[in-house]
């Protein structure tokens, strides 16, 4: 049974601060893409639903001259450790398993090596179902996270996603309790 839900989570006002900075639609995308891959690598879709929705939650942002500078971001990023951290805050306060807690902060952690000297990480199946959950989404130049959508249909998205997760949980739940 799942303690906390991905409207919960994103509906916290926690959430609401960091995640719209780094944009809501790719967070939402990247949050379906994790689910599918998850189930197809053997992972836990929820947490990988979880990790993915809040995979950037630590990005900062680096302008120059008051634009915003995506070499500079690239050279300074720090993001996944950052939002390994936020995440899992938000995940305890909202009453998450600490143990899944965790787990979805290391996902978030290692879903980008990008602040690694050098790039090459063995990542579990739930790690990798949120990296290339993200890379599916990624748009040249960074562009992925200047993609809009209001809450209404944010939530909306979110709640159909919790259902397939629940779906998914209840029909793992029936095949174990067959076999």
């Given at each position: 049974m799942?303690?906390?839900?991905?409207?919960?989570?994103?509906?916290h006002p926690?959430?609401q601060?960091?995640?719209?900075r780094?944009g809501?639609?790719?967070?939402?995308?990247?949050?379906?893409?994790?689910?599918?891959?998850a189930?197809e690598?053997?992972?836990d879709?929820?947490s990988?639903a979880?990790?993915a929705?809040?995979h950037?939650?630590?990005?900062?942002?680096w302008?120059n001259n008051?634009?915003?500078?995506?070499?500079?971001?690239?050279?300074?990023?720090?993001?996944a450790?950052?939002?390994a951290?936020?995440?899992?805050?938000?995940?305890?306060?909202l009453?998450?398993?600490p143990?899944?807690?965790?787990?979805?902060?290391?996902?978030?952690?290692?879903?980008?090596?990008?602040?690694?000297?050098?790039?090459s990480?063995?990542?579990?199946?739930?790690?990798?179902a949120?990296?290339?959950?993200d890379?599916?989404?990624?748009e040249?130049g960074?562009?992925?996270?200047?993609?809009?959508?209001?809450?209404?249909?944010?939530?909306?998205m979110l709640?159909?996603?919790d259902?397939?997760v629940?779906?998914?949980?209840?029909?793992?739940?029936?095949?174990h309790?067959?076999?």
């Amino acid at each position: 049974m799942r303690k906390v839900t991905l409207t919960e989570i994103f509906t916290h006002p926690y959430a609401q601060k960091y995640m719209k900075r780094a944009g809501i639609v790719h967070a939402v995308s990247t949050a379906y893409h994790a689910f599918h891959i998850a189930k197809e690598n053997g992972a836990d879709p929820d947490s990988a639903a979880k990790a993915a929705l809040l995979h950037d939650i630590g990005h900062y942002t680096w302008y120059n001259n008051g634009t915003w500078d995506y070499d500079l971001y690239k050279e300074n990023d720090i993001h996944a450790i950052k939002g390994a951290e936020r995440a899992h805050k938000l995940l305890v306060r909202l009453g998450e398993d600490p143990k899944k807690a965790k787990e979805i902060a290391l996902a978030i952690l290692l879903h980008t090596d990008s602040y690694l000297p050098e790039s090459s990480l063995a990542r579990t199946p739930l790690q990798e179902a949120v990296a290339r959950a993200d890379e599916m989404d990624e748009e040249p130049g960074g562009m992925h996270h200047y993609r809009q959508m209001d809450d209404e249909r944010t939530i909306k998205m979110l709640q159909k996603l919790d259902r397939m997760v629940e779906n998914e949980q209840n029909r793992q739940t029936l095949k174990h309790s067959v076999s």
